[in-house]
């Protein structure tokens, strides 16, 4: 959507943001390094651009349709075959 996202560093979120590159993430429950993070990139228009760009970029190369289709195909055969 073209928006910078602060995200917390962990589970699946760790895998996709690459912290200062396309997002900011925070140690979970660090409320405070949320707001810091938020406030950061609300003060700083090119951060703000160029995660913002950043992040577009990632979602436009690793989360297609095809990709996200394929993924869903192999959980089913995965399921289906009892691994």
Not at 12 to 20: G, W
Not at 40 to 62: H, N, S, T, W
Request: net charge negative.
């Amino acid at each position: 959507a073209g928006t910078p996202v602060v995200a917390s560093n962990n589970g699946a979120l760790k895998e996709i943001i690459d912290d200062n590159k396309n997002g900011l993430l925070v140690e979970p429950g660090d409320h405070q390094a949320i707001a810091d993070a938020i406030e950061e990139i609300i003060r700083d228009p090119e951060l703000r651009r160029r995660l913002a760009e950043a992040g577009f970029e990632r979602v436009a190369e690793k989360f297609t349709v095809e990709e996200m289709n394929r993924n869903i195909v192999t959980a089913y055969r995965q399921a289906l075959s009892g691994k």
